[in-house]
């Protein structure tokens, strides 16, 4: 591997030729603190040569060169320059400006312009919006990258503006050769030398495999390579595109993003590869996997094989992250309906294991109604376990899942995956907690005014015990409200609170009818709605003793009923 390595300033730089960031990079990521950090130290430090570390790059042919470190820093010189030349337009320098922007776009051999930076996740917001010196715009989508650009940009020149006036048309246009305007575009071209003269060390290498070499172990400067980036990486190295306009796998890598962007579930990647990998390959920490990724892509067809099997994944796994999202089938309701209980228990050590139960029922591998049995014990588990009595687990539970995930992945008949769905249920049972402690925690539920914490559990837990349906009708549980039997102006807190005092009803009958008329009142007018009261309502008067058998009562059925998992 040949290396070169130069001091450099950036003038230098930008004067070479022109710069390509590659598909293997990650998008502009910088965020406000990072760019104000740049900003303070490259525009309002007292310095003569400000050494910003080193950029590392290959050729491509004369004069083009891939970035494979320090696109960050490059991006957002890029973008101070192009407010600087903006300033100078506003302030009617054109030759200044221009002048600027020879660092931005210039002509080729060919005598056509390109842009110095070549940004191809961002086209064409990055080069219309902000390279561009023109005034006419196309109408571009901004996506995440973009939106980053943007706000960058926008900071940059609020930093910018809060050091030099914007022009005043009135005071300063009138009299072009004013002090005042002078001022100001010394300043201007201060920040210009400044930005001009950073230093840094340039480092050539021969080609883009050893690129690619240098990327898994470079960290200069910025953000630190997360194991999505590494992988995305590997992949495009096995998968070299053999068209220069169109990279099939960059594409596929970018459908997945954006899959997970559409369904509200941004910066996901780095989890849903690690649950990915847990669901069909092996148990491993976050730390080694890239490690185990790369054993396993020892060819270009395994490669292959892994991103198409990322792709079609991605779409399970939005499923599971963003199930109120996700287009189910009515059919599907109820598996929708569990997979959101997970995220109300805040829960993640099942989801490779979901992953695969999915997985196996989009493959045909698993029907609707097995699916809907196994997910309802797993959600059983988890209510129990960690919604009511806060258990931690130690890891153990997480590895049970995996394993029997990888099983089920592998899993060729019927036999097997009824097995592999027994052995999980028999495990998780033997890790339940007693019901001695799940009547303590689902005790202390409670819910006024004052104290909202549990409110959603309470809701959930109420609508499991109303059913789905009132008098053959379904119920939409958006529009349902707690009521307070014994009113909350009536008692103490604690007891009134009680989740053996709640019960769930519209919001009409809440506010309107039941008010906050005493329980033998509400009871009466529930019962005249046909609203189905349970044995424990049944009751000449409603106090602390009252509410507490309910509560005890609900608690048994919700613990060897509603909630059981053999």
Known sequence: MKIEANDKEVRDIFSLGYFKIPRFQRPYSWTEEEIKNFWEDVVIGEYEHYFIGSMVVYQTEKPYYGIVDGQQRLTTITLILAAIRNAFVEYDERNLALGIHNYIEKANIDNINEFVLNAESSFPYFQNYIQSFKSEKINCIVGNEELNLKIAFE????????????????????????????????????????????????????????????????????????????????????????????????????????RFDNYGVEDIMEVFLYHYWLSKYGDVTQQKLFGEVKGYVSSASKAHSLLYDLQENSDYYTSIVSPENYPWTKEESEIKECLQAFQLFNVKQQTPMLLSLVRAYRDKKLSLRVLRQILSKIESFHFIFNAITSQRSSGSIASLYSKHAQELSNADNADKIQSINTSLTRKLKSKLPSFDEFEVGFSSLIFTKNKTRHKKIIQYILSRFMGKNINGLPIDYKFVSIEHLLPQSRGDEEIVGSIGNLILVDKETNNVDLRDFDFLQKISILQSKKYPIDADLLKSQWTEKEIKERTKSMSLKAYCELWNIT
């Open 155 to 258: 900071i940059i020149n609020k930093n910018l503006y809060s050091i030099i006036p914007r022009n005043d048309r009135e005071s300063i246009q009138a009299d072009l050769l004013s002090e005042r305007k002078l001022g100001i575009i010394e300043k201007l071209k201060e920040i210009r030398n400044k930005i001009l003269s950073l230093k840094l060390v340039f480092i050539q290498l021969d080609n883009e495999d050893d690129a690619y070499l240098i990327f898994e172990t470079l960290n200069t400067r910025g953000k630190e390579l997360t194991t999505s980036d590494l992988v995305k990486n590997l992949l495009l190295k096995k998968l070299k595109s053999n068209n220069a306009s169109l990279d099939h796998s960059k594409v596929i890598w970018n459908t997945i993003l954006e």
